[in-house]
């Protein structure tokens, strides 16, 4: 249990950091903005595939289908802060 949510830490940030390259928000986030956006979106987007699929478990982090459901879910939390930045500041 223990390796499998250091397993998604480690994703989770190489994911980030991709993610923040795909919605071209690298520069503008950070470091620690990219990791946290990519250990989130992991584990949310890991949670839900392991709610909807029959085996009922998460996908394992060091697959390819774990790789990107945490790079799906760290977009899908970027786009989901960025459009809520972008309303507060109108």
């Not at 503008?28 to 909807?52: D, E, H, T």
């Amino acid at each position: 249990m223990l390796w499998s949510i250091i397993s998604w830490i480690i994703v989770g940030g190489i994911a980030g950091w991709i993610a923040s390259m795909i919605m071209k928000k690298n520069a503008q986030m950070g470091f620690v903005a990219n990791v946290a956006s990519g250990i989130i979106g992991a584990f949310v987007v890991g949670f839900l595939v392991s709610f909807f699929t029959e085996g009922g478990g998460m996908p394992d982090a060091w697959s390819i289908w774990g790789f990107v459901a945490a790079i799906i879910g760290a977009c899908l939390l970027i786009w989901i802060v960025t459009a809520i930045r972008g309303r507060s500041k109108v």
